[in-house]
C-alpha cells in the first residue's frame, strides 16, 4: 500500500554490498537508501604528499542510471568544514568537493549533508560554491529539531519558550540558507529525535512548530531508538500531540520523503521479504491523514503556485473562469441573503425611514441593476431573493425590475440565452461599460462583484464610481463596502518562486496565491477601506478619490524571516436598518467564509528578506497609487 506524495529510505551507517542492500530495502517497503559516496572510515588526505592509486569510492558500473537514482547520497562523517583545526578543515573541504561532484556524476537526485549546528559559516560557504556553480541536486541539511545538547543535559535548558539565539536550530538552519542566499536547492532535513524520557520543557511549542511549517521542509528524519512497542507487539512512535499533528500537516502536503535510522540493519540478512515495522507504523500514519474535501480538492493545484490577478476592466474573462467562480458554493447565497434582506426591509418601510427626507416612493417597485454580470449568476440570485421577498415568482415579475450589465460582448451571448428561455422581460441585458453607460432610468439597487483577493486590487472603486450615476437618492450598493487586510508572511517557497523571474519587476507585483508552506506571523491588520455610495471619509486623503496610504505595526512572537505580505479582504454586502446585523463575505482567516472559493489571498513579496528577532515589532508602509488610467501598489 503506497503513500501518495510521501517516499520513505533507511538510513545506513555503512553499505558493504550495494546492490543487495538496495534489493533488501525495497522487498521491506522502502523506496530508497542513503550511501556513503565513500566509506566512512577512509579519510583521505589531501595535503600529505603521498598519492595514492587506489580508486577512493566504488565503481559507477556497479548499479545502472535507474539503480543509482534510488539512493541518496551521504557525505562521510568525519567531515569537519567550520573545524578550527585549518588542516582539518582544508582537508574536509576538499573531501567535500570531491563527494559532491561524484554525486553529480552519478546523478544522484538528492544527498544528505553534514549535519548543522552552531558554527556554519564554512559549511554555508562551501555549499554556496556548489549551488552556484549549477548543482541541480537537491541538498538536505539535518536541523535537529531539538538541541543535542539540551537532550544530553536537559539542565541547560531554562525553561523559556523558546531557546537563545546561539542554542536555537531553526537559527542555525536560517544562518545556513541566508548565507546561501535563500537557494531553492537547499532544504532542511528535521531530525525528529525525541526521546522517551524527554523532559516535557525541551518540547517545542506551537509557535515554533508554525516557523518550521513556514520552511521548505521535505525531509524528516526519525531514530529507531525513539520507537517502542505497544501491548500488541507492533513499533509505535509516542510523539506528542503537537508533534503528530505537524508530521501528519507534511504528509498531507506530499513531496516528503522520510528517513530511518533503525536500530540494526537485520533486514539486510533476513531471508524473507517481510515489511518494515517502521513502514508499517508510517502507513498507518497516514492513513490519519484527513481526506482531502471537495474544496480542498478544487484548491490543491493551486497550493503556493504564484498568478497574476485578474484584469477583468482590461481583459474579458474567459468561459472556463466564469464557470469557475460559479462553482462556489457560499458566495451566491450570501449575496442572495444580502439582496433578500435589502428588499425585505425596503418593502417594510426602514429605508424611508432611515432617510425621511427623500421623497416617498413605492416600497415594493424595486430596479436592480447588476453591474458586471458576467454569465449571470447574480442576476439569478437577485431574483431568487426577489421571489423570496414577494412571495412568487409571478409577483417577483411584477414588482422586481432588473437590468443585467456588461461589457464583455461574449458573456452578454450567455445573458441574452438566460433571458429568452428563462428571464424573460424581467431582465433587460446591456453590453456596456458601466463607466460609460447612460441608463434610462436610476436603480434602487446596485449589485457588483467586481472585488479581488485584496478587495480593491480589481479596480472596484474606480467601476462603481462610475457607476454610482445609476442610483436613486437613498439607493444602496451591494456590498456596502470591503477592506483589506495584511498580515507579515514568512515563506521561502514562495519568495523562491519570485525570485525564479530574475528580474526586480516581479518582486513589485503583487500575486494571487493559496498558501500551504507559509507561516503568518502576526493577525491581518486593516489597511484599506471603500464604501459605496462614497460617504466623507476621516482620513483626508481619502475624500481625494481612490488613494490610500497606511502604516501598520506587527508584533512578531518568534524569531523568524519576513518574506513579504498577505493580503486579505473582509466586505460588508448589506447592514441591517433594523437591527445592525450585517451580511458579509471574508477571506481574512479571523472571519473566513467557510467553503468560499471565489478568492485566494494575495502576496506582495519582498525583494530582500528581513530576518525578524523574537518580540520584534515590524512596520509597513503601503500605498494605493493612482494615475492617468492606472493603478498600483508600492509597499
Known sequence: ERMDGVSVGVDLCTVPDLITTLRRARDTGYDFITAPLAHPRYQRGFNTGIERTEPWTRSDMLLNS?????????????????????????????????????ASHLSLPSILLPPVSDKNSCLAQTINQLLTSGSFISMFLPVPLINPKFLAQPST?????????????????????????????????????????????????????????????????????????????????????????????????????ILIRPNTSSFLTSKAAVSSPYIDYLRWCYKRVPKLSEQEQYEGPYLDYLQAPLQPLM????????????????KYRNYEEAVFNALTERRAGLWHSANPNLPKQNPDQVVLMVV?????????????????CYGSDEECRKYLKVYALDKNPNAVVTLLNRKRAVWQDQVTVINQDMRYWNPPETADILVSELLGSFGDNELSPECLDGAMKFL????????????????????????N????????????????????????????????????????????????????????????????????????FESVLYKSLRDGSEDTISINPKTFS???????????????????????????????CTGGNKVWYEW
Not at 537514482?69 to 568525519?78: D, R
Not at 458576467?374 to 437577485?382: K, M, N, T
Request: proline share 8%.
Open 472 to 495: 436613486s437618492p437613498g439607493g444602496i450598493s451591494i456590498p456596502a463596502d470591503y477592506t483589506s487586510f495584511l498580515a507579515p508572511l514568512s515563506s521561502s517557497k514562495l519568495w
Open 66 to 102: 535507474y539503480q543509482w537514482s534510488g539512493i541518496m547520497g551521504k557525505t562521510s562523517p568525519w567531515i569537519d568544514l567550520d573545524s578550527e583545526d585549518p588542516k582539518i578543515r582544508t582537508n574536509s573541504v576538499k573531501a567535500f568537493k570531491q563527494e559532491m561532484a561524484w
Open 315 to 330: 481583459d474579458n474573462l474567459e468561459s472556463h473562469t466564469y464557470e469557475t467562480f460559479e462553482k462556489d458554493p457560499v
Open 157 to 257: 535548558f531554562h525553561g523559556s519558550s523558546s531557546p537563545h539565539k546561539d542554542d536555537d536550530p531553526w537559527q542555525w538552519w536560517n544562518d545556513v540558507r541566508t548565507l546561501t542566499e535563500f537557494s531553492p536547492n537547499l532544504f532542511p532535513a528535521l531530525d525528529i529525535n525525541i526521546p522517551l524520557d524527554c523532559d516535557p520543557s525541551l518540547i517545542p511549542n506551537e509557535k515554533i512548530i508554525n516557523k518550521w511549517l513556514g520552511e521548505p521542509v521535505r525531509c524528516l528524519i526519525f531514530s529507531g531508538s525513539s520507537f517502542q512497542q505497544n501491548k500488541k507487539g507492533h513499533l509505535v512512535l509516542p510523539l506528542p500531540k503537537l508533534i503528530q499533528n505537524f508530521v501528519l500537516t507534511l504528509m498531507r502536503r506530499k513531496n516528503l520523503q
Open 372 to 388: 458586471g454580470a458576467g454569465r449571470g449568476p447574480l442576476v439569478q440570485a437577485s431574483i431568487n431573493a426577489g421571489v423570496r
Open 497 to 568: 518562486e519570485v525570485k525564479t523571474f530574475g528580474d526586480k519587476k516581479h518582486f513589485e507585483t503583487p500575486y494571487v496565491v493559496k498558501f500551504s508552506n507559509i507561516d503568518q506571523l502576526d493577525e491581518a491588520k486593516e489597511c484599506f477601506k471603500f464604501t459605496h455610495p462614497k460617504q466623507w471619509a476621516t482620513e483626508p486623503e481619502e475624500n481625494e478619490g481612490n488613494t490610500r496610504y497606511r502604516k501598520i505595526s506587527w508584533r512578531v512572537q518568534e524569531s523568524s524571516v519576513l518574506h513579504g505580505f498577505a493580503g486579505f
Open 594 to 624: 467557510d467553503g468560499m472559493i471565489s478568492w485566494f489571498p494575495l502576496y506582495f513579496p519582498l525583494r530582500n528578506p528581513v530576518y525578524l528577532e523574537k518580540g520584534s515589532e515590524v512596520t509597513g508602509e503601503f500605498w494605493r
